[in-house]
């Protein structure tokens, strides 16, 4: 499996990104795409989740009603759209996939229960 991650980049507080997760040879019924983020000197946290059968999503608080995931199963894409960005948004975005939904949505979005992770992107919001 392997995950590309893209879309960062510099952006004013208030403003918008999308980034993109690239998915090659996922092929589980049950796979679902994370994302991660990570803040200089704080712990990777989980911000999004998309169950790729159904689109099902999951949010962290700290970002719902702002960021939207969203999957292009034609193309293998998943999406993270962030609006009203925050400075405290400003980290290095990871996109990683677990072979088994049910990790992130009943357990909650733990970068330890991911399978397989893509190559970071950096968000950066200035205030």
């Known amino acids: 499996v392997q995950l590309q991650a893209s879309g960062g980049g510099l952006v004013q507080a208030g403003g918008s990104l999308r980034l993109s997760c690239a998915a090659s040879?996922?092929?589980?019924?049950?796979?679902?795409i994370g994302w991660f983020r990570q803040a200089p000197g704080k712990e990777r946290e989980g911000v999004a989740c998309?169950?790729?059968?159904?689109?099902?999503?999951h949010y962290a608080d700290s970002v719902k009603d702002r960021f939207t995931t969203s999957s292009d199963n034609a193309k293998n894409t998943v999406y993270l759209q962030m609006n009203n960005l925050k400075p405290e948004d400003t980290a290095v975005y990871y996109c990683?996939?677990?072979?088994?939904?049910?990790?992130?949505?009943?357990?909650?979005?733990?970068?330890?229960?991911?399978?397989?992770w893509g190559q970071g992107t950096l968000v950066t919001v200035s205030s």
């Open positions: 040879d996922l092929s589980f019924d049950d796979a679902a």
């Open positions: 990683a996939t677990t072979r088994y939904s049910s990790r992130w949505f009943l357990m909650g979005l733990d970068s330890f229960l991911a399978d397989w």
């Open positions: 998309i169950r790729l059968r159904d689109e099902s999503t």
